[in-house]
C-alpha cells in the first residue's frame, strides 16, 4: 500500500488522484491533502479516508467544528499547512497545487526526500533549474502527471538517445481562427477547450498557450533535452498526447483518451501499469489523427518559452508571473483577450534577469517584480 | 562489432540489411549469405566485404568461376548452402528468405543457438508452435524485422500487461474498392503498393491481405497473446507501424518512414538506437493519420488466419502453402486476383488437421498435401 499526500486535493488533478485512490483501494491509501477554499469537501473526504491524519486548509478560523470533531487529524493553515501536507507520512506527494504557490511545497519535499508526482506547472517554470540541482542532490524522483509529460515519460527508453521531444498542442478552441479574430474574444469562449475539462486558469492558459509554453519550459527540466530538442506540434484531437523521437528515426507515441486517471496512475505507481478504469481508446471511431506545424508567430507565447530558455536567469519566473496576472485580470474582465500576451511581453521586456545561480529567494523577488509591474500596465 | 549472416542477400530485406552494414562499419561485420537466382550479386559483396567465408547459391555449377577466384570462401549449394549460412559463425542471423523454404534454416539456426533476426513469414505462420518451443529449449531470441513485428517489439514494456496488439495494416492498393471492383485486377495493379516497395509475392499478399492474416499469426507467437487480443486497424498512411494497448488504457505506437533500414537496424542491435542514416519522419507534412476498423467479411483472410490459430496444428501452414500457389498461379496468369482467396478457403476446408505435438515432419507432409491440392483447384 502507497501512503499518498494530494495539495490541491479540490482541483481537476487533486479530484482526479482521489478517484483513482478511491479505483484501487490496495495499491494506495490517501493520508494527508489541502484544500483552498473548497471547506466543504474536507469532512466526506475524512469520512472516507480513514487514515488521513494531516490536513491544510486557508484558515483554520472556518473549519474550527472540524478541528473538534476530528481529534486525530492535525489540521494546519495557510503556508504551514502546504509543508505539513509536502512533508507528511507519505509515499508519494502529489502537487495539484495551481499557481506560484506551488513551488515551495515542492521545495519542502525534496528537502523531506518524497517522491514527487508533479502536476503544479509553476514548480518547474519559475525554478527548474533551483528543482533539479535540488532533486539531484537529494536523490529525489520528480515524476510528470500532466499527459504530455507522462506521455514523455512513457515513452522514453532507458538506454535510448533522443534526438527531439514533440509535445502535441490540441491548439485550444480559437486554433483556426487568425489572431485578429481572437483578439476580443470573450471569457465564457476561451473557457470552452474543445477536448478537455479543466480549471479556468488552465483553460485560459490553452487558448493562449501560454500552457503549452509552460510545457516547453517543464519538459526541458524534466528531460535534459536542448530547447531547440523541443517541438510542439498542433494535434486537434488531443489523443496522442507527446511524442519522442529517437536518434535512429523512431519515434514512440503515447496515445490513451482524455482521461487524467490515466497518466495520475502511473505517476502514482512509478510506471506500473493498473487495470484501467476508465474508456478504452477506439482509433477507428477517432477516425482520422490530424498533425499541423506550430507558426511560432502565430503562437507568440511558444516563442518566449524558447527565448525564456534561452535567457535562462530569472525570465521563466516573469513569464510566469506576467501571464498569471494577465490571466486573472482577463478574468475579472479588466483586460481584453489578445492583451494577455501583450502584458508578459511588455514584463519581460523590462525585466532585469538576475545572473548566477538561481536561488529562491531570487525568484520570490522577481516573481512580486513582475507581479507588480504586469498590473500597472493596463 | 557484430558478425552478421544474411540468408536471402538479393530481397528487398537481404538488400536493406546490406545498406544498413555498409552504413554502420563500426557496428557490424558480413560473415556469410545466400543468394538464389541473383548470382551476379555474389562478387561485389565478396570484394565489398572481405570477412565473408560462406555463400549458400542455388547451384555451385553456376559459379564455378567464383569458386576459383576466392578460395577462402566456402561456397555451398541448395538446402545445405541455407544449412551452412544460417549455422556459420556469425552473432545474428538475418532470415530474410522468402517462403515456406525458410523454415528450415531458422531449426538449423535455433539447434546451432544463433540469435535470429526473422523477416521470413513463413518461419512462424506455418511452424510457429515448433519454433517457440525450440527457441525456449534452446534459449534462442527471436526479433522481429518486420515493420509492423519491430514496432510492437519496439512499444512491449518488460513488466507491462498487454490489452491488445493492433497491428496496422495500409489496406493495400485495392483497400477503397469493393470486393466486386477487384475480382479481375490485373497483375500490374495487385503489385502497385501505395506504401512500400516490397518483393512479388508480399506485394500481392498485400493486395490480399494475406499478409496482414501471416503477421496476425505472427504476432500470436511472438508476443504470447490470445487471438482475440490481437486486432487488425487499416491505416492508410503506413506511418504507424504498430501499436501496443496496455491494461491500463495507455496506448504505445512506433511511427517513422517507410523504410527498412530502421527496423533492421534496430533488429541487428537487438533494441540499441543507432543513428538514422535514412529521413525522420515529418507528423505536419503527412498531415493525418487514418484509421479505420478492418471488416473481417470484407478482408477474409484475416478470418482465415483467425481461425487457423483457434484450429491450430497444420491449418496455419496448410493457410500458407495453399496460397503460396495461389499466388504464383496468379503470377502466371492461370488464375484470377479473387481466387487466391477462394483456392485458399478450399483447401483449408479439405485438410485434415494433424492432432498433437506438431514436428517438422508433419509440417512438410501437410505443406506437400496442400501445395498438391491447391494446384489442382482451377
Known amino acids: 500500500m502507497k501512503k499518498i ?7 481537476s488533478i487533486g479530484q482526479n488522484t482521489i478517484e483513482v485512490i478511491r479505483r484501487h ?10 484544500v483552498y477554499k473548497q471547506i466543504e469537501l474536507i469532512e466526506p473526504l475524512l469520512n472516507e479516508f480513514k487514515n488521513v491524519n494531516v490536513v491544510g486548509v486557508k484558515s483554520l478560523e472556518e473549519i474550527k467544528d472540524l478541528i473538534n470533531k476530528y481529534p486525530n487529524v492535525s489540521f494546519y493553515e495557510k503556508d504551514l499547512g502546504l509543508n505539513k501536507v509536502a512533508t507528511s507520512s507519505c ?27 508533479l502536476a503544479n506547472k509553476e514548480t518547474l517554470v519559475v525554478a527548474g533549474e533551483l528543482i533539479k ?21 512513457q515513452c ?23 489572431l485578429d479574430e481572437i483578439k476580443n474574444v470573450s471569457k465564457e469562449e476561451a473557457l470552452n477547450h474543445p477536448t478537455w475539462k479543466m480549471g479556468r486558469k488552465i483553460s485560459i492558459d490553452s487558448a493562449t498557450m501560454f500552457n503549452k509554453a509552460f510545457e516547453i519550459i517543464e519538459a526541458y527540466h524534466l528531460f535534459n533535452v536542448a530547447e ?19 536518434v535512429d528515426g523512431s519515434i514512440k507515441a503515447q496515445l490513451a483518451v482524455s482521461d487524467m486517471k490515466i497518466p495520475i496512475s502511473y505517476a502514482l505507481t512509478n510506471g506500473r501499469r493498473l487495470e484501467n478504469t476508465s474508456d478504452f481508446l477506439s482509433l477507428s471511431s477517432v477516425g482520422k489523427l490530424e498533425f499541423y506545424e506550430a507558426d511560432l508567430n502565430r503562437f507568440v507565447p511558444l516563442k518566449l518559452a524558447y527565448q525564456a530558455l534561452i535567457n535562462k536567469g530569472t525570465y521563466p519566473c516573469v513569464l510566469n508571473a506576467a501571464n498569471e496576472v494577465a490571466v486573472e485580470l482577463f478574468l475579472n474582465d479588466k483586460i481584453k483577450f489578445y492583451q494577455i500576451v ?14 548566477g545561480v538561481l536561488t529562491y529567494e ?8 513582475a507581479r507588480n509591474f504586469a498590473r500597472r500596465i493596463y
Chains 1, 2 share one sequence.
Not at 5 to 11: D, E, F, K, N, R
Not at 25 to 34: A, G, M, R
Not at 134 to 145: L, R, S
Open 5 to 11: 499526500a494530494i495539495l490541491g486535493a479540490s482541483g
Open 25 to 34: 483501494p490496495n495499491e494506495f491509501v490517501l493520508v494527508s491533502f489541502s
Open 91 to 117: 509515499d508519494i506527494l502529489v502537487n495539484a497545487l495551481v499557481g506560484f504557490v506551488g513551488l515551495k511545497p515542492t521545495l519542502d519535499a525534496i528537502d523531506a526526500k518524497k517522491t514527487i508526482a
Open 133 to 153: 540541482r535540488k532533486a539531484i542532490e537529494n536523490n529525489v524522483d520528480i515524476i510528470p502527471i500532466d499527459s504530455e509529460h507522462s506521455a514523455i515519460y
Open 156 to 178: 522514453l527508453e532507458k538506454n535510448s538517445k533522443v534526438n527531439k521531444i514533440i509535445l502535441t498542442a490540441s491548439g485550444g478552441p480559437f486554433f483556426k481562427k487568425s
Open 228 to 246: 531547440n530538442q523541443i517541438q510542439v506540434l498542433i494535434h486537434p484531437q488531443s489523443i496522442v498526447h507527446s511524442m519522442v523521437e529517437f
Open 342 to 355: 501583450d502584458v508578459v511581453i511588455k514584463t519581460l521586456s523590462a525585466h532585469e534577469n538576475e545572473k
Open 362 to 369: 531570487k525568484i520570490v523577488k522577481a516573481d512580486a517584480w
